[in-house]
């Protein structure tokens, strides 16, 4: 039995690496722009070795203070691993989690090999891990130290660890700070909510050890990175209204009275809120399944540290994604779904520690079944909606590329501004964009409306070749270009200024 459960364990994990490269086997041009700014930014600093890097081709970057262990981790790699396989990367540190899963599990309940198995089912089927994994990003990596910090907590307070074990506690919660700003809004949220119901001040106090503990670490370096924290969230705490607006038709000058972008994030009235839970549910179903039957009943297992514990860090987590989802004052902390990338780990823990306590009676079966289903359902939805894509998009982008690497040297202007991460890696050209670093106050008369006129922005900016999507452009916009049309491209429009 045993062997045949290990052998399933085994299987699991090669399911959820196929899972994820199923994305890039169906749209192999799936990669979305944060990776080709970590790859421009990483291959810089490898070409330089200068630290931050500097990258000129973004206009309206003032500074690369970005969080520094995952570029910096990135470029220790070997330069043809990093550069052949960089889109399996964020895949490798997902399945590095789920390995830590599966132990942490098979600990916690005394070699349960049946919650091994649960864990790693609810883990590997969680969409929201698929679809934002297949491209390079750092949050993963955060996730994962983050789930380590918790994992020591657990350890000390439950498991009566030893004093010394606060060091690695206080180490993760520096390189936390040092990997990724969203997992870090999530960790002080996590150390406020832990000292409240606990009633431990030594949660709380995670909170400013782990800001000197960053400073530490980084040489002080931490400190440009909390001001370019504050840039972003005081930016999205001024325009969160139009988080995914479309630049254009919600501009000022050339927008269109009453309409409102079908895709925007924060729409209004009750459509806006079916939307929003709409997003919350599709990208990890499985662990509202769960709550949803632990809160009705259906587990109805006895109770024990470990598993409240758990099930506090999951409800935390979730928590958060709906005070940022719903609560004016908290979106500009980012969109709320992404939490629940980090609730994965310990939603699939608890699954398994549900299960372990009810003797994996018939009840805790259909209770997992249920979950991991739903997980798989939506899975489904997101590959269906995969094929459907634009056929030839991207690919016709590519077409672009190849044409601004013939042009003279000059500003690229992107409509929308998704295509500049890639204009600014392909090709010589810098282009009119940032939203990186620090300096989104150079970027606000552009994003996320347009608030100057064509003419001004191209004044301005000295912009020399403007790339649009035509059924981007409204009417009143496509008429204001003082550019000449210089070629089409099916669905883009390439217009270039009078020499």
């Not at 199923?22 to 070409?47: C, F, G, M, N």
């Not at 790699?77 to 098979?106: H, K």
């Not at 406020?192 to 370096?221: H, K, N, V, Y």
Request: aromatic share 16%; proline share 6%.
């Amino acid at each position: 039995m045993e062997v045949l459960l290990t052998a399933l364990v085994l299987l699991l994990f090669a399911s959820a690496l196929l899972l994820r490269i199923l994305p890039h086997r169906i749209a192999p041009d799936i990669a979305a722009v944060d990776h080709w700014y970590w790859k421009s930014y990483i291959e810089t600093y490898r070409q330089d070795r200068r630290f931050p890097p500097v990258l000129p081709k973004y206009l309206l970057d003032d500074q690369q203070w970005y969080p520094p262990a995952f570029p910096l981790l990135m470029a220790a790699l070997p330069e043809v691993l990093f550069a052949r396989y960089s889109f399996w990367i964020s895949i490798g540190i997902d399945l590095l989690r789920m390995a830590l899963l599966q132990g942490v599990a098979f600990w916690l309940t005394g070699g349960d090999s049946l919650a091994v198995l649960v864990a790693a089912l609810m883990y590997a089927t969680t969409p929201i891990l698929i679809s934002y994994n297949a491209q390079l990003n750092p949050r993963g990596l955060g996730a994962l130290f983050l789930d380590g910090l918790i994992l020591c907590l657990v350890w000390i307070l439950f498991l009566h660890g030893p004093l010394w074990a606060w060091l690695p506690v206080l180490g993760l919660a520096g390189t936390i700070l040092l990997t990724h700003k969203m997992t870090t809004q999530l960790f002080w949220f996590l150390c406020l909510a832990g000292a409240i119901i606990l009633q431990d001040w030594r949660l709380l106090a995670l909170i400013p050890a782990s800001i000197a503990a960053a400073l530490c670490l980084s040489r002080g370096f931490y400190w440009k990175v909390l001001q370019a924290h504050w840039d972003i969230v005081s930016f999205w705490d001024r325009n969160w209204r139009w988080l995914q607006a479309h630049l254009i038709r919600e501009s000022p000058i050339y927008g269109e009275p009453g309409f409102e972008t079908p895709t925007k994030f924060h729409r209004r009235g009750l459509e806006g809120i079916v939307r929003h839970l709409q997003y919350l549910f599709g990208f990890s179903p499985g662990i509202w399944v769960l709550i949803a039957l632990l809160v009705g009943g259906v587990f109805n297992t006895e109770r024990n540290p470990l598993t409240d514990w758990t099930e506090g860090w999951v409800v935390a987590t979730l928590l958060f994604a709906l005070l940022t989802v719903f609560v004016p004052f908290c979106k500009c902390l980012g969109s709320g779904y992404y939490y629940l990338y980090n609730a994965a780990f310990p939603g699939a823990l608890l699954g398994a520690l549900l299960g372990h306590g009810l003797e994996w009676s018939g009840l805790s079966w259909a209770g997992v079944a249920a979950a991991a289903g739903s997980n798989f359902l939506a899975l489904c939805t997101y590959y269906l909606q995969l094929r459907r894509r634009a056929p030839g998009v991207d690919q016709k982008f590519d077409e672009i590329i190849a044409y601004l690497q013939t042009l003279p040297r000059g500003v690229v202007m992107c409509l929308p501004f998704q295509w500049s991460e890639i204009v600014a890696y392909k090709t010589k050209h810098s282009v009119l964009w940032g939203a990186h670093g620090y300096g989104f106050r150079k970027l606000e008369p552009l994003f996320p409306r347009l608030m100057l006129p064509v003419h001004e922005i191209i004044n301005r900016y000295h912009v020399r070749y403007l790339i649009a999507q035509r059924d981007y452009l409204p009417k009143s916009f496509s008429d204001s270009v003082p550019f000449r049309t210089v070629r089409t491209f099916d669905q883009f429009t390439v217009f270039q200024a009078d020499s």
